[in-house]
């Protein structure tokens, strides 16, 4: 085989690459996958748009900082309140604000039996702000896993922002994303 000959077959197989890539990309050709749900997966975002196909695939990491960011939270509060005050800690706790929400917010599900609810704890129906409140609000029982209240604050609030903007089906900047990795390793660092 002459160097001229090589030098064209490799260009070749190139080229059939990208085509092979561009063709996959644009949901004409579906990728090797290893499973039947990958394959099942692909076939339904098939017609839609590669930058939605690609923004998906993104957000799912974010998505699963958020998901640990925010259930860390959640757990950590709880077993803080229910080592202090036992199972109906929320009550005593929860100002009347955070009260109404879940109320209102367990109405709702009541209404629409159809659709299978949240975790039964109250803390999993406050939103995510409200975690903050509280922390804050019950400082007592948290000042000694935080610097100050101000570090707690400014986590939350950011984190809210950013949920935010995950939850409402939007892209997150990748900068943002690791301003999420970093509040979700603070946060770690910080009760584990």
């Known amino acids: 085989m002459t160097k001229s000959t090589l030098n064209n077959f490799v260009f070749r197989g190139l080229l059939a690459s990208e085509a092979v890539r561009e063709l996959q990309n644009r949901g004409l050709l ?11 997966e692909h076939d339904l975002f098939a017609p839609v748009p590669e930058i939605i196909r690609n923004s998906s695939a993104q957000m799912q990491r974010y998505f699963r900082l958020l998901f640990v960011f925010e259930n860390s939270i959640r757990d950590f ?19 009347a604000d955070m009260k109404r929400k879940v109320e209102s917010r367990k109405q709702s599900e009541e209404k629409n039996q159809w659709h299978i609810g949240r975790n039964e704890h109250p803390i999993y129906y406050i939103d995510f702000g409200d975690l903050g409140l509280l922390i ?13 209240q101000a570090w707690v604050t400014s986590r939350v609030q950011e984190g809210e922002r950013t949920r ?8 997150l900047a990748a900068e943002e994303g690791a301003r999420l990795e970093m509040y979700l390793r603070d946060w770690l660092a910080q009760t584990g």
Do not use: C, Y
Not at 77 to 95: C, H, I, P, T
Not at 136 to 148: A, E, S, T, V
């Open 164 to 171: 935010n903007v995950i939850a409402h089906t939007n892209v």
């Open 30 to 40: 579906r990728p090797k996958v290893a499973s039947n749900d990958e394959r099942k």
């Open 136 to 148: 804050i609000n019950n400082w007592d029982l948290f000042k000694d896993f935080f610097p100050n």
């Open 77 to 95: 509060v709880s077993a803080r309140f229910q080592e202090a005050d036992g199972d109906a800690w929320f009550g005593k706790r929860a100002n």
